[in-house]
């Protein structure tokens, strides 16, 4: 089945170019991750955090995750 294959085959890369992502494709993406169903629940809340400060202190908060400071862009995402 091509979903369990997909599933079996994700990878996760952690290095970002420095590109900026279009708003277009910033909307596809937020729609897509307002769409997927997630275990357990199904409605979410995505907050995009632009300000790098506030990146900084997340990705001091998330074990000092270097993808949290320098990827475009960085969502939270928050179960209702």
Sequence with gaps: NQTIENLINHK??????????STQFLKLLVTAGQSAAIQFFQA???IRVTDQEKRQKLAS???NQ???RSAAEFF???AD
Excluded: H, M, N, W
Aim: proline fraction near 5%; charge should be neutral; aromatic fraction near 10%.
């Design 12 to 21: 996760s890369i952690r290095k970002f170019l420095d590109v900026p992502i």
């Design 44 to 46: 979410v809340t995505i």
């Design 61 to 63: 908060i998330a074990g």
């Design 66 to 68: 270097e993808q949290v």
């Design 76 to 78: 939270i995402f928050c």
